[in-house]
């Protein structure tokens, strides 16, 4: 392990030829992050909506159905 840290005698932290391949694939590695996260907070609001509608929908059937019931029984 020590002589796999010591191979890298030009790693310092001001030299920009190490540098610059670091930052680069940092801002793609943070992008990726960004990404993975929006497409998740874009999926659960997916998800709320459709549950929200599918509730109110559910609702508008059972009051609907219990429309027919009262008008079946009011007119028997």
Do not use: C, H, Y
Not at 31 to 40: E, P, Q, R, S
Not at 51 to 62: D, G, L, N, S, V
């Amino acid at each position: 392990m020590l002589n796999f840290l010591l191979a890298f005698d030009n790693l310092t932290p001001m030299n920009w030829d190490v540098l610059k391949p670091a930052l680069n694939f940092l801002w793609q590695g943070l992008l990726a992050i960004f990404v993975v996260i929006g497409l998740i907070i874009i999926s659960v609001k997916l998800t709320a909506l459709a549950i929200e509608k599918t509730t109110a929908w559910k609702k508008q059937r059972e009051e609907e159905k219990e429309a027919q019931n009262t008008d079946e029984t009011t007119n028997s």
